[in-house]
């Protein structure tokens, strides 16, 4: 168990739809990470946040969106889903977000769009 | 550009055996990071190792060991006497030191051992 929560850990929904995933940070740690893992694209970094802040952001669709709240918890939203947004959503978090630091990730929320 | 090509997209082997996974990578960075992770069948990913470009030690962890070589970018891992629980697919990554934030992953591979 690395100390990373996601939830739900998985979710159906139809195209055109809006979903939320949830990431709980572990304890002390102030980075939050989000990866999509699909069979089309592999495993692809989206976006950090540190304390709050954008700090990095990989590729991340515009229909995608992301934030940290003061109690350090991250959302991911997808927005007018697709086919192909049907993946597995990692979060990982460090605890200060430096490169050299290691990422703990969740279990990740499997996100299927029919 | 950033890349990272693990060629080996599945690999059997007999529990006990010594088994090899490849990475190759390409940068125009002087710095950078390369790491390992292991996924197994219940789907979350696991840290294994993060080495410094400036590091070219081998490491050896119990019985995994990685080979750093940048005269042929390649950072290779090698599990001695493999088990059954070694089971999953092996992912290597690459990351810049600074600038833009690039954080490349391999498309991974499938290690299967066999009992």
């Known amino acids: 168990d690395s100390g990373v929560t996601q939830t739900p850990k998985h979710l159906i929904t139809a195209t055109g739809q809006r979903v939320t995933l949830r990431c709980s940070p572990r304890s002390g740690d102030l980075s939050v990470y989000w990866y999509q893992q699909s069979l089309d694209q592999g495993l692809q970094f989206l976006i950090q946040?540190?304390?709050?802040?954008?700090?990095a952001k990989g590729n991340i669709l515009e229909r995608f969106s992301a934030q940290q709240f003061p109690d350090l918890h991250s959302e991911l939203n997808l927005s007018s889903l697709e086919l192909g947004d049907s993946a597995l959503y990692f979060c990982a978090s460090s605890v200060g977000g430096t490169r050299e630091e290691t990422q703990y990730f969740g279990p990740g929320t499997r996100l299927l769009v029919l | 550009a950033q890349k990272v090509t693990q060629a080996q997209t599945e690999i059997s082997v007999v529990e006990k055996e010594d088994v090899t996974l490849d990475c190759v990578y390409e940068?125009?960075?002087?710095?950078?990071?390369l790491f390992w992770y292991k996924q197994p069948p219940s789907g979350e990913l696991v840290f294994l190792i993060r080495?410094?470009?400036?590091?070219?030690q081998n490491e050896i962890s119990g019985r995994y060991s990685w080979n750093f070589q940048k005269s042929t970018s390649s950072f290779n891992f090698t599990i001695t006497a493999s088990q059954v629980v070694d089971s999953a697919v092996y992912f290597c990554?690459?990351?810049?030191?600074?600038?833009?934030?690039?954080?490349?992953f391999g498309t991974g591979t499938r290690l299967k051992v066999l009992a």
């Open positions: 940068t125009r960075d002087t710095t950078y990071y």
């Open positions: 946040y540190y304390n709050g802040e954008e700090r």
């Open positions: 080495r410094n470009s400036f590091d070219e």
């Open positions: 990554a690459l990351s810049k030191t600074s600038g833009t934030y690039k954080y490349i």
